[in-house]
Structures are given as structure tokens and as C-alpha cells.
């Protein structure tokens, strides 16, 4: 696993999506991992507050790293999150995700998104299915 893990850190560091996103990848484990990303004057909607996609980004860059860490490719077949709290501009999220099932069909993630102090902002739920 940590040949898996190590190959994961270092395609982390040069992924345009991060990047342009602002995310970092903290820790990273077999089925494990944390991301943080700081909120962006950029990301706010009409409301004032960030945009719903934004905090989805982040919870999805950690589901992607915990299930790609297994040792097989996954892909995602779905994502669900519930949004329970409104974050504004400079807030830092912290998403953690951590596999729950791991199958040779179909492999089952929990993802809380939270801000520094602990306080959840979203909580997801998603479902990969391996490749190899």
C-alpha cells in the first residue's frame, strides 16, 4: 500500500484541479484521507455565501484520494451530501474521508466536511467502483 500511497502524493502535487482550486492534500492513509481548502472571494454565490459546488470540490478531492489509495483505481459512480452549514469567505474547510466498504464491485465512503474548530459543514456519502 504505501508504493500506492506515495504514487497518490505525488500526482496530488501537480493536479490542475487542486491547484486551481486552492486544495491541499494533509494526510493520506489506506482508505483514509484529509484535504483542506481556504474560501475564495471567488467561490461566493448571490447569497453571499460559498457556493454549494465548492464544498462538494472538497469533499470529493478527499474521496477520491482515501478510495484511490486501496491499490486499485476507483471510479465514482455517486455522490451525496447534505449541506448543514453556511461557510463564507476565508473560512478553511477540512474534508476527511474514510472508506467504509471495501468490495471487489463496489467500495462505500463516508465524507465530513468540517471547519477548524470541528463545527460539520456538509456531510456526504459516495460509492466508487474499483477498476482492476
Same mark, same amino acid.
Given at each position: 500500500?504505501?508504493?500506492?500511497? !506515495?504514487? #497518490?502524493?505525488?500526482?496530488?502535487?501537480n493536479?490542475?484541479? &487542486?491547484s486551481? *482550486?486552492?486544495m491541499? *492534500? $494533509?494526510?493520506? =492513509?489506506d482508505?483514509?484521507?484529509?484535504?483542506?481548502?481556504?474560501?475564495k472571494?471567488?467561490? $461566493?454565490?448571490?447569497? @453571499?455565501t460559498?457556493?454549494? @459546488?465548492?464544498?462538494? &470540490? /472538497? &469533499? !470529493? %478531492?478527499?474521496?477520491?484520494?482515501?478510495?484511490? =489509495?486501496?491499490?486499485?483505481?476507483?471510479? &465514482? =459512480? %455517486?455522490?451525496?451530501?447534505?449541506?448543514?452549514?453556511?461557510?463564507?469567505?476565508? !473560512?478553511? *474547510?477540512?474534508?476527511?474521508?474514510?472508506?467504509?466498504?471495501?468490495?471487489?464491485? /463496489?467500495? $462505500?465512503?463516508?465524507?465530513k466536511?468540517? !471547519?477548524p474548530?470541528?463545527?460539520?459543514?456538509? #456531510?456526504? =456519502?459516495?460509492?466508487?467502483?474499483? *477498476?482492476?
Open positions: 500500500m504505501t508504493d500506492n500511497i !506515495d504514487k #497518490l502524493k505525488e500526482l496530488g502535487k493536479e490542475p484541479i &487542486a486551481f *482550486l486552492g491541499s *492534500l $494533509i494526510e493520506l =492513509s482508505g483514509f484521507a484529509r484535504v483542506e481548502m481556504r474560501m472571494p471567488e467561490y $461566493i454565490n448571490f447569497n @453571499g460559498i457556493f454549494g @459546488g465548492i464544498i462538494t &470540490a /472538497v &469533499a !470529493d %478531492q478527499a474521496f477520491a484520494y482515501a478510495t484511490n =489509495s486501496l491499490g486499485t483505481t476507483n471510479v &465514482a =459512480s %455517486q455522490l451525496n451530501i447534505h449541506f448543514i452549514a453556511a461557510v463564507k469567505e476565508n !473560512d478553511k *474547510l477540512i474534508a476527511e474521508c474514510m472508506v467504509v466498504k471495501r468490495g471487489r464491485r /463496489v467500495c $462505500i465512503s463516508e465524507i466536511v468540517t !471547519d474548530e470541528g463545527k460539520v459543514i456538509a #456531510l456526504a =456519502s459516495g460509492t466508487t467502483i474499483p *477498476l482492476g
